[in-house]
């Protein structure tokens, strides 16, 4: 058999592509119902960037201030989106998070809790009660564990580090499977599926400065739009505030906003808790005596105050960012966080383990004993593949999405902690839609094997060329100039350099060229995930070009205020003409759904 060709095939009903939290949960569901489920990851099991998500998940289950419910999670997401959210999306998780939290606990997960013994819930940016369920700062590692034991326990085949390149489809276009090859051997493998749901989380490999590992290449964003699919809001990128800038072996590591809430707060280089002149018409640092009695002001959450520091993220950033350019950042380009001076070190030590030995070891950094430096680091993108909010169902035929890769539930910005009940929450929803379809029998009924040989013959094509660039210099540049031109502050002019440049380095990827074997060769694996890291940055810097306003994650220093027109529509793109990465992106106006008017009143309660 040629190399050139593919080594095995293997056909299920329902594909999952993407071992986190979205898609064991979609695995879990799916299997439920009989069907032959397989999950495919191009890291390991239990590898997943779910695992990096520390402080909890959003859900309104009262345990800590019983007067929460999901009227008031719904209304902060939806305030926390600026609106551009899909108002129904936002609905089902609020309503259905707590439930999906209770089942997790029956399947294992061990949360921390009150005195009376209920789960208990810490306070996060943008929440105006205490709603994280978490595990110290580990929820994300408790979350990954709980379900893996599940998956496993239920015999579902786990296909691991196994690089999926292109989604397949049947001669009457549905998505029918998809080709891959594995990491270890370089040999190709094809899946055929009744139904596919796409896993895969983020993009935000394709900046400088992030805290996403390296499976966050944007590969489920760039196959779902190559397969017929819509993304939507690609623009809303968000910079966590407080990723580590120094020691460099550190750099981009997140810090999880637990930190904030339980009692950390932000310096800039004069000693100034500077958030505080970043709230209009609150309450000021200077009119309290001790930060103690800031603190007891603040917590009183039936008048709807909470420390500046837990203002939503994409604000704390933007405030970190302006100190820095007024020249009060911190030596390496940051500012101070500081819990050490707030919280005694055994406090410390038992609210957030992770936090304390992951800075010791790495970083020599004692939280318990001085300041951190931080600054914002690319951390989500709330843009993704538009979905059916029921069904998570996409434009493409057979193809379903939940988790990061996912649109519209978040809108311009997400909550810290609604990210992991958006796993569960639409993880279970893709599994059901996924399972629904493949027992209506819609299902395709084939599978392209021109695009297999087309997708294995591009894949193959780098190490053709004698000469040629080599992909680790193209990341590189990729990365710096996203940071620059497409960052967390943009104006017309970078954007448009940025998506000239997004043409060029078209070129330079179709002129890469990779040395040695394809067994574990990291240049290869590279230069495969350059495509799509190529196809999100174009996406996100249109949509950036197009959105003439600031709002959540993205930030136009020449339109600094929001436009209520922007408020009413999405930016979809779309390659209409068919294709992959070389296709001319479309992008128009999507009108955002219109939301009823019962749900309108919950916005408008003042509080």
């Not at 259905?96 to 606990?105: I, K, M, Q, T």
């Not at 297999?452 to 990341?475: C, H, M, S, W």
């Not at 943009?490 to 074997?517: C, H, M, P, Q, W």
């Not at 205020?561 to 979809?572: C, L, R």
Request: with cysteine.
């Amino acid at each position: 058999m040629s190399t050139d060709t593919v080594s095995e095939h293997h056909e299920y009903d329902v594909l999952i592509i993407g071992a986190g939290g979205a898609g064991l949960r979609a695995a879990i569901e799916a299997k439920q119902r009989g069907l032959k489920v397989a999950l495919v990851t191009k890291s390991l099991l239990g590898k997943a960037h779910t695992v990096m998500a520390e402080g909890g998940m959003a859900a309104a289950m009262g345990n800590v201030y019983p007067e929460d419910n999901w009227m008031v999670h719904f209304r902060d997401t939806m305030r926390g989106g600026k609106m551009l959210n899909n108002y129904r999306m936002a609905e089902l998780h609020a309503k259905e998070a707590p439930d999906r939290v209770h089942e997790l606990e029956q399947w294992g997960a061990l949360f921390d809790r009150t005195k009376d013994g209920k789960i208990l819930q810490r306070d996060f940016g943008g929440h105006r009660y205490a709603r994280l369920a978490h595990v110290g700062d580990r929820t994300g590692l408790e979350l990954i564990r709980t379900l893996q034991q599940k998956v496993v326990s239920m015999g579902t085949d786990v296909f691991m580090e196994c690089k999926v390149l292109k989604l397949v489809h049947d001669n009457s276009g549905k998505v029918a499977g998809c080709v891959a090859y594995w990491r270890a051997t370089g040999e190709f493998v094809t899946f055929s599926a009744k139904a596919v749901v796409l896993a895969t989380g983020g993009v935000g490999k394709s900046w400088k400065f992030t805290s996403n590992s390296w499976e966050g290449t944007g590969d489920g964003h760039a196959m779902a739009l190559w397969a017929g699919a819509e993304l939507i809001d690609m623009e809303a990128i968000q910079f966590h505030p407080t990723g580590m800038v120094w020691p460099l072996s550190v750099r981009g590591i997140l810090v999880t906003e637990g930190v904030r809430g339980d009692g950390g707060i932000l310096k800039n280089s004069e000693g100034e808790r500077f958030m505080f002149n970043y709230v209009a018409d609150m309450f000021r640092a200077e009119t309290a005596e001790t930060p103690e009695e800031a603190d007891r002001w603040y917590d009183d959450h039936s008048a709807g105050r909470r420390p500046p520091e837990l203002l939503p993220r994409d604000e704390v950033a933007r405030a970190i960012n302006t100190e820095v350019k007024a020249g009060r950042g911190s030596p390496h380009g940051g500012v101070y966080l500081d819990i050490a001076s707030r919280r005694t070190p055994e406090f410390i030590r038992r609210r957030l383990p992770s936090m304390y030995h992951q800075f010791m070891e790495l970083a020599g950094v004692d939280i318990t004993k001085e300041m951190m430096e931080i600054g914002p680091t690319c951390h989500y993108i709330m843009g993704g593949v538009k979905v059916d909010a029921e069904t998570t169902a996409t434009a493409a035929e057979g193809l379903f999405a939940a988790g990061e890769v996912a649109g519209g539930m978040h809108g311009a910005n997400r909550l810290g902690g609604n990210s992991l009940s958006d796993l569960i929450v639409f993880g279970r929803r893709a599994g059901m839609g996924a399972a629904d379809y493949v027992e209506s029998g819609k299902g395709p009924t084939g599978f392209d094997q021109s695009e297999v040989d087309e997708a294995i013959k591009e894949a193959l094509a780098p190490f053709k060329r004698e000469t040629g660039e080599n992909p680790y210099d193209i990341q590189r540049d990729l990365q710096e100039m996203m940071q620059t031109n497409v960052g967390i502050i943009r104006t017309a002019s970078e954007i448009d350099e940025a998506i000239v440049k997004l043409e060029e380095f078209t070129e330079r990827i179709n002129n890469l060229s990779v040395k040695g074997g394809r067994a574990y060769n990291p240049g290869w694996n590279l230069a495969t995930d350059l495509p799509s890291m190529l196809t999100v940055s174009k996406c996100t810097a249109r949509g950036a070009r197009e959105r003439k306003e600031s709002r959540g994650g993205h930030t136009r220093e020449d339109f600094p205020k929001a436009d209520p027109n922007y408020g009413k529509i999405n930016f979809a793109h779309s390659l209409p003409s068919g294709g992959d990465w070389h296709g001319e992106i479309k992008t128009v106006e999507s009108p955002i759904l219109v939301m009823p008017d019962e749900l309108k009143a919950l916005l408008e309660d003042g509080k």
